[in-house]
């Protein structure tokens, strides 16, 4: 599945069609076990959500169990979430107040016919990460880039569906950094997933990677939902 756009024309992104590239995206989560899930919240509403685990000071996640003291105390957000959990092995080496958890959530907003990246952070005391040690998170390089554009501020507001602070990445410039995308993909007839060519450029700045294999995965069912 693709969006067919004429050349020049700016992207906008309908609720429909997030949803589809959406279940195709947690399609390949699921297969890879890369843990996504979609979240539905009233009956043409949801998001995807992401939670995982990370050593302070370290770029690499930690897979481990179901967690439930380590939650964030400002709000009870994560009483329905799944969490990716660590083996004993590498428990044993971290101590659990250099572990943060973070929670990453997809959403699609409609005034600007986008994906939208909501997210948020908490050390294992429950203490949420305030803006300022979310800035020092981020890669220089993306530092750079976010105080020069095309990307937008990192800023603090109220989730779109749950009504609850989150940190995100303002999509004001999503448009402008999509089009060129899909409007390549269309002229060489070639299936995009929007959702894992926009991820992959936005999630990278607040520390969320994707593997190799969300680019490659261009499964029949693609060609199925257009």
Known sequence: MSLKVNQNESIGLGEQQFQQFCKLFIQHSDKISNGWEWRQKELNEGYMVKVLLRCKDSKDDLRTRDD?????????????????????????????????????????????????????????????????????????????????????????????????????????RTSELMTPIMTGATKEQRNVNYITSWLSMMGPVVGLDLPLSYATALSQCYTDLD
């Open 68 to 172: 439930q003291d380590l939650q964030c105390r400002e709000v009870d957000p994560f009483s329905e979430e799944k969490v990716n959990v660590v083996n004993d092995t590498e428990e044993a080496q971290v101590t659990t107040s250099e572990l943060i958890r973070y929670e990453y959530h997809v959403v699609y907003s409609s005034s600007y016919q986008a994906p939208v990246l909501y997210f948020r952070a908490c050390y294992s005391d429950g203490r949420t990460l305030a803006l300022k040690e979310i800035w020092e998170s981020v890669d220089d390089y993306y530092q750079e880039t976010l105080s020069q554009g095309p990307w937008s501020t990192i800023t603090q507001q109220e989730h779109h569906i749950l009504g609850q602070p989150f940190f995100v990445l303002h999509p004001c």
